[in-house]
């Protein structure tokens, strides 16, 4: 009986496997590895010391004088102080066996923000990877309080890891990737070791977001999307649903539903749940998961507003990617990440403007804009999340309006709430990982999407406000805010803890805020 049993699966196996095939597979992001030793290590490529602000000369164990007095030296030649982001370089520093060493300022190490250390480790790479070192040295032995150290140290080490990520699966012979290796010498190698597991876990979902968001729409399509999370959220046990059009249609979400009728890809729903507290209402995060946003019949005419428009799954794959790096941390949350997937596009099924859709809660909407069609997917997400899960919040996160370009540019996403307890945890978790926003106004704007013919239209003045003030309406009661990220998701050139291309805006921001809104209350 057993054995029947276990001949079946795997027949079953087989055959999932087969269909699994045909979506696009996972990537291996990474090719640098990272470690941490107690043991000092002599030999190398490069050496990088750590070095706090007023530390007038350096020494290690195992060096002679005649190092000590050329470090001394280069320190004085270049006015190194140690200053937090300060670095000068050694070509062949007498006697030791690497061929350069760094010294990296820290400033005051427990004074030293963690995006700021984020940031030293993302320069180091992008340095480190503009020379032929392989073999990377890190010695942090000169910062004495251990919890400091465990804290600088994990978070240099992420920074590497965020600007090493490539997006290369569709080269045919991609450039070489980072594949240095990183050696870190510490004085408490196992409180190292837990503080960048936590960062090592958040990366995995940054790397999530960012392929998912760089996927172009002819792989990117909503089945596709969604496989993809599962591949990478099942094996972290976070149970996954994927509701397909006719589910869609048969819980009467007709709002998501019309935005991909025009499209061979029709819409559909992704549920993923992590839940490892004892907390009954869970933290709803909903993304907007629009795989390609042509306009629709509104269509975007000019190339560059259509260009990029597979990023416009941003949202849905901050949401994917913070729901992966929870489950990765095993944070004790309760989270439930809802997003609604579609695919704007024109054909004769397409939804036309001025056509009245009715969305999951019974509001008929008229589509004034297909190319609002972002509002018109999260608005049956949000209900969803409301009517399923009755979840003690709803954030939802969305390349939504270029009016939120034009007001804050891409260095801040522009968050709508009521609830300022809300809107104050999230800005702790904005200005923690440099995700930061900034609060745009809901009150006074309650008008701007009244329909003359239906209940409510999807457009209105001030862009960004109305986008806002149409989702609020779908969260009835239950405390909201909504992020517009628009702009954030997608830069040309490598900048900071980003290399080139998608950047998983969002998913650092929502996963420190998840973890903060949990433990309030
Ligand atoms: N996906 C776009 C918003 C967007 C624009 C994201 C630029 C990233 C960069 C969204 O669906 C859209 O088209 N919005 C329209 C709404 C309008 C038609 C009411 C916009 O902002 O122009
Ligand atoms: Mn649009
Ligand atoms: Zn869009």
Redesign the pocket.
Known sequence: MNKMRGWTAGIFSIAVGFLLATFVASANYLQTTTSFTQQSVHQGDTLVVLVPEGTDSVSLSGWGDATTAHIQRAMRAADFEGKARQQIEVLAPTDLEFSRLILLGVGNPSELPRHTAEEMGAALAAHIQGSKASNIVLDSRLLTNPGVTADVVSAIAHGVDLRSYRFDRYKSEPAERPAQRYQWVVGNAPAVERAYSQLHALAQGVFVARELTNLPGSDGYPAAFAEYARQQLEPLGVVVTILDREQIKELGMGSLLSVSEGSKHKSHLLIAHYKNNDDEQPIALVGKG?TF?T?GY?L?TASA?ILR?Q??KAGGAAVVGAVKALAGQQASVNVVGVVPLSRNMISEQATLPGDVVVAGDGTTIEVA?T????RLILADGIWYAREHWNPRVIADIA?????K?GALGTEYSAIFSDHENILSTLREAGDLTRERVWQLPLDGYENVVRSRIADMK??GAP?AQ??AIFLRHFAGDTPWVHIDM??N?LIDSASGINPEGGTGYGVRMLTEWVKIYSRQQ
Do not use: H, I, Y
Not at 371 to 374: M, P, R, V
């Open positions: 629009n946003d306009g509104n975007k507003s428009m990023t416009d804009n190319d609002a069609e972002g390349t939504l309006t270029g009016a370009v999807n457009t862009g109305a986008g628009a702009g998701a």
